[in-house]
């Protein structure tokens, strides 16, 4: 029998001897919080997972592996008539492990996608399921496959490009470098969630279905051929219709037409605004193709109410025997049953978490993924010698520069949190004896003596919907927001980088005044309306979210390794408006 022959005759065995609770169990998703090990047990879970910045006691590995294997201990414990199925662990494992304190944190998809590096990425995957692994979990909701369309959208540094082909190239690669190492990774969000109007986070995709094929769905090709086993539905919709509740794209085009024979998990509480009544938002989310169901607090509810729906025969047994055998699939397929309780492994102590090695591939990562924008004079590289200036509020904040979905769902400010690495200024310092770090938030108003300024500004950390950039009008219908309309607008409704930070310009032209050229290096996860700081600048430089090795960028301002990167997506110089400073591909090279 061939090994797929033998796992199919494993997944039969199994759902032969289930119950209906224990088929719905398998089905269901909590969060850490909100269920315990001995609820695992007695409700037959199937995956547990922690929402973002949700960790146990000190966020240590050595924490995640005792609550870990608590929960598998609690799924393979046989009695009472339960069935030893072990647990899936799911974490937002985007860029790196980077919920976890010491982590090594790599650039968001952005500044990967603006290296231009297959190879590079496959092994920041092997990395980061390395990391992964140390902490005794076995699956992240990673890669994200959006494209990107509107830098308005607040997940776009989620987003490796707005070229479809680029991030098809990046899936296959991430999926097998995450996989390699023995972890599950998890495509998302599908599908068309980087294409929603005016980047409205799960707005409403409304292209046809030609362009949502040719744009959206064909980075999925490559991730269900590299073997991705999972699949997480996007909370956007389509033409109006809410990606939860599509049958036709969750059974027809991906488990039919592409033949993804994994399963496919809902987004947190993605089931939520499909029906008013529980019970019948369930049944359209089973029917049209999930499989899991993320519910992090209303599990309890959600096990009731798909239970009462099979019964009355709204939900087919047949559709509920579907999920479950594509849940023990990947289970059985990823060596799940064979592999010893998390406690037992070796990942906590031999997978060199935090390490100089894994940092040396983030260090390599950060610096491959600057975006020389302007260089007039030859202002770069820069004179180890000189006497240099370094302010801005983004000089020294490894949270800052490592942005959302990490440690906390938002992110963090300052260093404290970010344990390891180094930020901007650290980098500049290790190799610039004679710089100067300003003092408080980057005064510059007597600059005398120096031979050139470095001003390091961006934005704050942000995640999802709450990064979106939108006028303060009503959320187009169809769209479904985790959080009131009015919390979602942290950056009003420009995208000039002048408007919401005004102290970066300022410093600019203070030092400019002073007759001293000025390197700008901007934090952020899109491109920005930047017209006038670019104005004012001898240098600029898209540093984008470059993670939590800050020397990375001074690697590359100092010349140590050369500017290689190029825009992964167009440069507005108006928004809204159709306005382009620099086309896809541009970077220019010193020298």
Known sequence: MSPA???????????????????????????????????????????????????????????????????????????????????????????????????????????????????????????TAREVLAAGVDWTFAPTLAVARDPRWGRTYESYSEDPGVVARYARRIVT????????????????????????????????EDELRRVHVSPYLAAVDAGVPTVMASLSCWRGERCHAHRYLM???????????????????????????????AAMAVNAGIDMLMVPETWREVIAELKKQ???????????????????????????FERPRPAA???SNGLGFGSREHRAVAREAARKSLVL????????PLDKGARILVAGPAAHDRGRQCGGFTVEWQGVSGNAA??????????????????????????????????????????????????????????????????APGTLQPYGGTLEFAALHPEALRAIRELTAQGIPVVTVLISGRPLVVNAELAASSAFVAAWLPGSEGAGVADVLFGNHPFTGRLPMSWPSEMPGDGVLFPRGYGLRPG
Not at 186 to 202: F, I, L, P, R, S
Request: proline share 5%.
């Open 5 to 127: 022959g033998a796992i199919e005759e494993r997944v039969r065995a199994l759902l032969a001897r289930m119950s209906l609770d224990q088929k719905i169990g398998q089905m269901t998703q909590p969060e850490r919080l909100h269920v315990t090990p001995p609820e695992v047990k007695a409700y037959h879970i199937g995956s547990v997972l922690s929402g973002g910045g949700s960790c146990p006691a000190d966020n240590r590995p050595s924490d995640w592996v005792a609550m870990n294997d608590a929960y598998w201990a609690a799924s393979m414990d046989e009695d009472a008539g339960h069935l030893a199925i072990p647990i899936l662990y799911g974490v937002d494992a985007v860029h790196g492990n980077a919920n976890v304190r010491g982590a090594t944190v790599f650039p968001h998809n952005i500044g990967l996608g603006a290296a231009g590096d297959p190879e590079l990425v496959e092994r920041v995957g092997r990395v």
């Open 177 to 208: 470098g995450l996989q390699q190492e023995g972890i599950l990774a998890c495509a998302k969000h599908w599908v068309g969630d980087g294409g929603t109007e005016a980047g409205v986070d799960q707005g409403d995709t409304v292209v046809d």
């Open 251 to 281: 059974q027809d085009v991906l488990k039919g037409e592409m033949g993804f024979t994994g399963f496919v998990l809902s987004d947190w509480n993605g089931v939520d605004p499909l029906a008013d009544d529980y019970g019948e938002a």
């Open 310 to 336: 099979v019964k009355r025969g709204v939900v087919p047994l047949g559709r509920i025997d579907d999920a479950v055998a594509r849940i023990l699939r990947v289970k059985f397929a990823c060596g799940l």
């Open 345 to 347: 492994r070796s990942a």
């Open 373 to 380: 924008l302007k260089n007039e004079g030859g202002t770069l």
């Open 418 to 483: 970010i344990e390891g690495g180094t930020s901007i200024w650290e980098g500049i310092r290790a190799v610039a004896p004679r710089a100067v770090l300003s003092a408080g938030e980057g005064d510059v108003s007597d600059a005398r003596g120096f031979d050139v300024g470095v001003v390091v500004v961006g934005e704050r950390p942000y995640a999802e919907g709450l990064g979106d950039i939108r006028e303060p009008s009503p959320v187009r219908p169809g769209a479904h927001l985790t959080a």
